[in-house]
């Protein structure tokens, strides 16, 4: 309770066990492989509010919406997270278990760091979710260290991982820009 963060190194029968407590208690910040080995860091925010502090209604494909979020880092530093909510509220029932997208990018449309998952850490796919639920989905974005200090944008969107198709919004677009974020 004391830290903010954890670096994991998955290893023996406990892991599964201890991965799904990470996942639902945490948010995965970087997950990288060195040989057969790998290491996980987690980032452990705030409890994310029950309603965004910026609200909106963007309209996926698939009836899924969302319909605001919070930014807890609205600046950070490079080589750190950034924590970010999305609340997501599905028309109907979803058929398919789709992936959110979160890029940092910069003016130039650089890609500065990135966060691809189902939501909830995996947990909460969308094919699970019921109409008209509120899903309140943490993410850790990492600003990559040799990230230059300036503003920065967030690109939140989803995709079919069978295909990498991403889903699109009603005008065309198959991302929203969400921000800014300052990294130092």
Same mark, same amino acid.
């Given at each position: /309770?004391?830290?903010?963060?954890?670096?994991?190194? !998955?290893? $023996?029968?406990?892991?599964?066990?201890?991965?799904? +407590?990470?996942?639902?208690?945490?948010?995965?910040? $970087?997950?990288? +492989?060195?040989?057969?080995?790998?290491?996980?860091?987690?980032?452990? !925010?705030?409890?994310?509010?029950?309603?965004? $502090?910026? $609200?909106?209604?963007?309209?996926?494909?698939?009836? *899924?919406?969302?319909?605001?979020?919070?930014?807890? =880092?609205?600046?950070?530093?490079?080589?750190?997270? *950034?924590?970010? =909510?999305?609340? +997501?509220? /599905?028309?109907?029932?979803?058929?398919?278990?789709?992936?959110?997208?979160?890029?940092?990018? %910069?003016?130039?449309?650089?890609? +500065?760091?990135?966060? %691809?998952?189902?939501?909830?850490?995996?947990?909460? !796919?969308?094919? =699970?979710? @019921?109409?008209?639920?509120?899903? *309140? %989905?943490?993410?850790? *974005?990492?600003? @990559?260290?040799?990230? !230059?200090?300036?503003?920065?944008?967030? /690109?939140?969107?989803?995709?079919?991982?069978? %295909?990498?198709?991403?889903?699109?919004?009603?005008?065309?677009?198959?991302?929203?820009?969400?921000?800014?974020?300052?990294?130092?």
């Amino acid at each position: /309770a004391r830290h903010s963060e954890i670096w994991y190194l !998955p290893y $023996s029968a406990e892991r599964a066990e201890v991965e799904l +407590w990470l996942d639902a208690h945490g948010v995965r910040v $970087s997950h990288q +492989w060195y040989g057969h080995a790998q290491l996980v860091r987690y980032a452990f !925010p705030p409890a994310a509010p029950a309603a965004p $502090s910026v $609200s909106l209604t963007a309209r996926f494909e698939q009836g *899924i919406n969302l319909q605001g979020y919070t930014l807890a =880092t609205p600046s950070v530093a490079a080589g750190q997270p *950034i924590l970010l =909510t999305l609340y +997501w509220q /599905a028309e109907g029932k979803i058929a398919k278990p789709y992936k959110v997208f979160v890029h940092l990018l %910069d003016g130039n449309e650089h890609l +500065w760091g990135q966060q %691809d998952m189902e939501p909830g850490n995996g947990l909460r !796919p969308t094919n =699970t979710w @019921l109409p008209g639920q509120m899903v *309140i %989905d943490t993410y850790g *974005i990492l600003a @990559l260290p040799a990230a !230059p200090a300036g503003e920065y944008r967030l /690109a939140v969107g989803w995709y079919n991982p069978a %295909d990498g198709v991403r889903l699109k919004l009603p005008d065309g677009a198959d991302r929203l820009l969400i921000g800014p974020v300052q990294v130092q």
